[in-house]
């Protein structure tokens, strides 16, 4: 993962291993939170990491990871509409 962060990287990078985690259960003792509060923090975390990694992507050298970083920016991007 640090090498699609790196705009000096030249070599083609993948991130294969992500498709081997699986999620793990977080016990909540409360909910203390509302569903529109937590819908509202969603909304605005999608926005910021779209527009970082669009930026991003306009500084890395390697396509492949200039493209990945474009990918990830539309889905967040279009994780702020729903």
Known sequence: MINLIDPAQNASV???ALNQIQPEEIPCKEHVV???TISFEGG???ET???DNFSS???MKTRNVKDIHFQ???QQFALQKR
């Open 49 to 51: 990491m779209s527009k």
């Open 44 to 46: 605005h975390i999608a």
């Open 57 to 59: 992507s306009l500084s």
């Open 34 to 36: 509302s569903d529109k």
């Open 72 to 74: 990830m920016a539309l």
């Open 14 to 16: 993948t991130v294969s």
